[in-house]
């Protein structure tokens, strides 16, 4: 009951990041779009090391810069906020980031509203703080003219595909890698047993329910 299915002798080494449809977008272009983040499971640290700026005591000196590489696993939404029983103990079984996509083809809504409704979303779904990106592909004039410098992790590509598209978003995943690194160094360098909840899924009814019953039981049979 303290496993979750999929986990492998690597998961511990992955990075997991949920992906999440915005507004409309068919299922067929959705899963075109998140074949396209896929390809980026595993980032080299040395693309990664331009565009991330190390703390003064950084605990990641002694990375691996020049052969270590980033590994994410990127889940369906339904997957991803499965309750995790042992998520409280240890952090790498917990969503570390979730990534919107928008098809702006078959989405003409405000991109801001748009971006705000899956921040609204993924804040209800999580009770911590993560990473949050959304990728907007193939806006049209009226939306590439917004001004979405107020919303920095919201992210326009270019209209275009083939070697442009993908060119594109190496370097979108290539910053996203660093901005998750970034992230990991600041919890480690801030973690305090203040920041330690002590009132977990496995010290809740659900989870403890089943395993007293039987213990209840076995007693029960032993003592007749």
């Not at 998140?34 to 950084?58: C, D, G, I, P, W």
């Not at 240890?90 to 405000?110: L, W």
């Not at 009770?127 to 590439?144: E, K």
Request: glycine share 4%; hydrophobic share 40%.
């Amino acid at each position: 009951r303290t496993l979750e299915p999929g986990l492998t002798f690597f998961s511990a080494a992955e990075i997991d990041v949920v992906l999440v449809p915005v507004g409309n977008i068919s299922p067929a272009l959705f899963d075109h779009y998140v074949t396209l983040v896929m390809q980026h499971r595993q980032v080299e640290l040395t693309n990664v090391r331009s565009f991330y700026r190390a703390a003064q005591k950084s605990p990641f000196n002694h990375f691996p810069w020049k052969t270590g590489t980033m590994n994410f696993r990127f889940l369906p939404e339904d997957v991803a906020f499965r309750a995790r029983p042992l998520g409280c103990l240890h952090a790498s079984r917990n969503v570390q980031a979730a990534i919107g996509i928008i098809s702006c083809s078959e989405e003409e809504g405000d991109l801001i509203q748009l971006y705000d409704e899956f921040e609204k979303k993924i804040k209800s779904i999580s009770d911590t703080n993560i990473i949050m990106r959304t990728l907007a592909f193939d806006p049209n004039d009226a939306q590439t003219l917004q001004d979405v410098k107020a919303r920095p992790d919201l992210v326009l590509f270019p209209p275009g595909q083939g070697s442009h598209l993908l060119s594109h978003m190496e370097v979108v995943m290539h910053d996203f890698a660093a901005c998750m690194l970034d992230d990991l160094e600041q919890r480690m360098l801030t973690v305090s047993p203040q920041n330690i909840s002590l009132s977990s899924y496995i010290d809740s009814r659900d989870f403890l329910g089943p395993a007293l019953s039987s213990v209840a039981f076995a007693s029960e049979d032993e003592s007749q």
